[in-house]
């Protein structure tokens, strides 16, 4: 179940408030983790942002070209945003605190997207 795989990656990172997978076509988050108490309005504004960073279809806000990541950081959070390769318009938003362990997240959250796209 996507949720399950949602939870199991979320329950992996400390200080990791929320993993969603979503439509960057359509700018919607389609399922989020169950603890998630986000609005929807909220989940979808999220979805719409990894479309502006990541582009959507051969829409590119930034870059010449499409990205497969893209992570955005302040100084209290942290937005990690991945696009499948089998699936460009699937998406894993993340929500962090910004002492995430980056490199092994994308790792984790990557294999996480790829089970759920292609599953």
Do not use: W
């Amino acid at each position: 179940m996507v949720v399950e795989e949602l939870d199991q990656l979320r329950d992996a990172y400390e200080g990791c408030q929320l993993i969603a997978f979503g439509d960057l076509s359509t700018q919607m988050i389609l399922i989020t983790d169950s603890q998630s108490n986000l609005t929807r309005e909220a989940l979808d504004q999220l979805c719409a942002q990894a479309s502006l960073v990541l582009g959507s279809g051969k829409k590119v806000a930034l870059g010449t070209q499409p990205s497969q990541k893209a992570l955005l950081s302040d100084a209290t959070s942290l937005r990690v945003f991945l696009r499948a390769s089998a699936e460009p318009h699937d998406v894993l938003c993340c929500l962090s605190t910004p002492d995430l362990d980056v490199e092994r997240f994308v790792a984790d959250a990557d294999a996480c997207l790829r089970r759920i796209s292609e599953g």
